[in-house]
């Protein structure tokens, strides 16, 4: 089983939606991406007010009945908070 470890960010650019949200099954399931694989989905502020912004949008929405939230990339949901 290989770990996955702690690693210093790839350098580059922030990408302009650090969350991205998808709508499914008639709009009754929100899918929340946290969109900064470059970092293992450290959340930093930004991305902390845009999470914050979408979920107060899907609560509003009286559709949605389940929001789902997943990190894009193939290491891990997030590493938790953005030291840098």
Known sequence: MQQLGYRKPVSGTEPDQLVLVEYVSSGRVAIITLN?????????????????????????????????????????????????
Do not use: C, W
């Open 36 to 84: 900064r694989p470059h970092a293992d989905n450290a959340i930093t502020k930004e991305l902390a007010a845009q999470m914050i912004e979408i979920l107060e949008t899907i609560a509003a929405r009286s559709a949605v009945r389940v929001a789902i939230i997943i990190g894009a990339g193939d290491r891990g949901f997030s590493f938790g908070g953005d030291l840098y």
